[in-house]
């Protein structure tokens, strides 16, 4: 199962003109204005790949992201106009803002480490003193990061200096802002159904050819969002527990235990036909508590050519 996986894509669609190969998906931009975005079984931690793809994983992300543009497109206009494969959305192209709108309930994860460290200030936001890992936040903070190149580390960056620099302007970033703060607050009701806690996660907007901000790329799933479990939450909480959570956390614990941060002269552990299926299992688990509903596996005999053949009958359907 594990040598199925959708490691990479190379398709030629009618009125392509360019392809974007990013750390998990592969943007193919055609005429008039159209982005397949296809989603590869491909798994990242501390922005670096792993070199092992984990089975039904691209489709588990598109499906979850999918389903949740269509859950919040009343609240925010999105980039979405089909689901043609189990892997790929269809959308409108946009010009990419250049920062990530990172928006956190509770002291978890970098947010956490960044406060055991000392430090009181994330992005200009202040933090709480006497707070422990895992608290909820007073109300949740927006902590943007500068969008990286491939191969390079997204940075934590303030709203000051992001209109400081002008990578957004005011009126723009309001929007953002808005957006931001109402999609968390239906992310927090969706997960809250299914007896999860959205705890931080991030979003990604652009702008059409019209100039309208719309919502981009993935929207609530576990490589950009983190669950915990709400049922027992403050029992652990009160016993200095850790949380039980659902998100990609658990692989990059992984490798901090197997001494790898992406850090330079790091080498990335040997993932095994265990650990790879393992892993498949925790992104089904994901799956269906986040939605709420069984997974169905795909047919993954011939991914590729699944793919090719799905997007482009959607597109001969548009002609």
Do not use: C, T
């Given at each position: 199962m594990a040598d199925n996986t959708l490691m990479s894509t190379d398709f030629h669609f009618a009125g392509q003109q360019s392809v974007y190969r990013g750390k998990v998906r592969e943007v193919y931009k055609l005429e008039n204005d159209l982005l397949v975005m296809v989603a590869t079984d491909r798994i990242s931690a501390f922005d670096v790949v792993m070199p092992r793809g984990i089975p039904y994983k691209g489709q588990i992300l598109n499906q979850i992201a999918t389903h949740m543009m269509k859950a919040t497109e009343d609240l925010v206009p999105n980039w979405l106009m089909a689901t043609p494969d189990p892997n790929v959305a269809i959308g409108k192209a946009c010009e990419p803002f250049k920062v990530e709108m990172v928006i956190r309930g509770y002291l978890s994860g970098h947010a956490a480490r960044e406060y055991k460290a000392g430090k009181r200030m994330l992005c200009g936001v202040p933090m709480p003193e006497g707070m422990k890992e895992n608290d909820k936040f007073p109300k949740p903070i927006i902590t943007p990061a500068t969008k990286a190149d491939k191969g390079d580390h997204d940075e934590d960056i303030s709203r000051e200096d992001i209109l400081r620099k002008g990578i957004v302007s005011n009126d723009d970033y309001e929007v953002l802002e808005k957006y931001t703060k109402a999609l968390f607050q239906r992310g927090t009701e969706i997960a809250a159904k299914h007896g999860l806690i959205l705890v931080d996660t991030k979003y990604e907007f652009g702008k059409t050819a019209e100039g309208e901000i719309v919502l981009i790329d993935e929207i609530h799933t576990p490589d950009s969002s983190r669950y915990f479990y709400a049922d027992g939450y403050q029992e652990r909480q009160d016993h200095g527990e850790p949380q039980k959570q659902l998100s990609k956390e658990f692989v990059r614990q992984w490798l901090i235990s197997n001494n790898f941060q992406g850090l330079e002269g790091q080498t990335v552990p040997k993932m095994d036909d265990a650990y790879v299926a393992s892993v498949s299992e925790r992104y089904i688990e994901l799956y269906e508590?986040?939605?709420?509903?069984?997974?169905?596996?795909?047919?993954?005999?011939?991914?590729?050519?699944?793919?090719?053949q799905n997007v482009s009958d959607y597109l001969k359907s548009l002609s």
């Open positions: 508590s986040i939605l709420g509903e069984p997974f169905q596996k795909e047919d993954i005999a011939n991914i590729h050519e699944r793919i090719g």
